[in-house]
């Protein structure tokens, strides 16, 4: 899961996934980064961790990192949440394998960020959500 900063929407949605995840019995590694390094190192923003928890999810030990190139040896998929972080992503990969794995979360739309505006945490959250379900089914109904 990747976004700007690695400390609002790519937090949620690395503990919403895990969190469906674990519901739905799989064996999946579910991480997150940000493409710009301004938070390495730091937890998520206390709005995503508040935003979380009120939906029974701890995020709160989650640590901040940079996208790294070995990301793309270390995941099948690399859900990126806007335009921009899609660029900034397929800019990084090597390889048209690479690029095959980069994707936005919710296909077409992008999840936008809400920093600036504490009111969107709440609809944001339930887009990653619904995202994230929707990847789930997916790739069991593939695997069926």
């Known amino acids: 899961m990747v976004c700007l900063g690695n400390i609002c929407r790519s937090p949620l949605a690395h503990g919403i996934m ?51 190139q070995s990301d793309f040896q270390d995941f099948d998929r690399i859900y990126v949440m806007d335009r921009a972080n899609l660029r900034d992503i397929l800019a990084l990969a090597e390889t048209e394998a690479d690029r095959q794995k980069v994707k936005l979360l919710l296909d077409t739309e992008v ?34």
């Open 18 to 68: 895990e969190h469906i995840v674990k519901e739905k019995g799989l064996d999946w590694e579910v991480d997150s980064a940000g493409t710009g390094d301004w938070h390495i190192g730091e937890p998520p923003d206390k709005r995503s961790i508040a935003i979380a928890k009120s939906y029974g999810l701890d995020i709160s030990k989650q640590c901040c990192r940079l996208f790294r």
């Open 111 to 144: 999840v936008p960020d809400p920093y600036y505006d504490s009111s969107q945490f709440d609809p944001v959250y339930k887009m990653i959500e619904q995202g994230c379900r929707r990847i789930v089914e997916q790739e069991l109904n593939n695997q069926a």
